[in-house]
């Protein structure tokens, strides 16, 4: 008799983004041929470049000759594409030989699978508010209890509360734990940690041999040189971290699908040495994933040549001019806005004590305009409210223009 896994019932029941559409049909049905504008999710919106054209031109180009055609490639992904992302790290410092890098077809995937290699009964911590799929990976394998529904949160996880108070960077939690996720530039936040502020979970991890799990698929948004874009720059790091990264935000991957993962010899748990997490992630991905397309793989070669990299930080300086025109529209309207500096996110508090999906409703109605409520990624973005800056710069330029015309800020 087979039985399913028990533990889906135990997540939060509705994935944020099918509720927003259910919400967002419903205001269309009643208001027929009223343009709705759409800063919620964080999916890109601006063409490829030219180089990255070229280079998945190239992919395919391969894929009709006898002699380069290609099937199954290395299993940790093209070397020349590992070759490309170790310069990319070498040029801000950071040593990683090439058989650290895992390529894959995405950060989301990655974030989601690379718990399996630790032990279910592993304690985790997690920056609250987070990007919903290491909370949900970690409850799928059995780490959490029961979904707390008055106070949004589980049993059993350590919720590391981001808030106007901390900057939206928590602190290294009070208690040992196992497992740390980070994100920065943070999703939903548009918080970035300092060097100082990732050294003390650096320093923690060590201490506890915990393991952090650290997600970067923003770092190119960073323009302050002082902020770190990979937790290698900091000392120590390679022992107790693991890096997520994609080409989905840099380079509009989102739909051609390609990430990487660093996961150094040197990092270790409680109960291993040197390289056993490397070998046992190694084990995983060989054993149940066949490696990132070739094509994609040619298109990120394209994204990390020199033309590509100044082609993606003109798509990403597209995005933060967005970023720019939104912060300061809302701004200027008194409302409370962090974020969207060096992140293309913006985290806004709702005006008057509303609560996320009060605000998503007023936003809509009001001036039609669509984002995310806060509290779909934990308790703490309760009160708070994401707005992307991925999006056309007309269609961004008129959501400002109707919440600056429309919106009712007592
Ligand atoms: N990590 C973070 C923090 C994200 O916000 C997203 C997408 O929104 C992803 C990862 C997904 O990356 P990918 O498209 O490479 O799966």
Known sequence: MAKINANYHKLNAGYIFPEIGRRIRLFQKENPGVTVYRLGIGNTTEPLTPAVIAGLRDGVDRLAGVKTYSGYGDEQGEEELRLKLAEFYSRRGVKIALDEFFVSDGAKPDAGNIQSIFSADNVVAFQDPAYPVYVDSNVIAGR????????????GFIYMVCNEENGFIPEPPQQKVDLIYLCSPNNPTGAVATHQQLKKFVQYARKNRAVIIFDAAYSEFIADPELPRSIYEVEGAKECAIEINSFSKIAGFTGVRLGWSIVPKALVAEDSKPGDLHSLWFRRQTTLFNGASNIAQRGGIAVLSDQGLKESAELVGY????????????????????????????????????????????????????????????????????????????????????????????
């Open 144 to 155: 959490s209890g029961l979904f707390n529904r008055d106070r949004g949160d589980y049993d």
């Open 319 to 410: 995005y933060m001019e967005n970023a720019r025109l939104i912060r300061e529209g809302l701004l200027a309207k008194g409302l409370t806005v962090f974020g969207g500096v060096n992140a293309p996110y913006l985290w806004l508090k709702t005006p008057g004590g509303l609560s996320s999906w009060d605000f998503f409703d007023k936003l809509l109605s009001e001036a039609q305009v669509v984002g995310t409520p806060g509290s779909g990624f934990g308790p703490s973005g309760e009160g708070y409210f994401r707005l992307s800056a991925f999006g056309h710069r007309e269609d961004i330029g008129q959501a400002v223009q109707s919440i600056q015309t429309n919106l009712k800020v007592y």
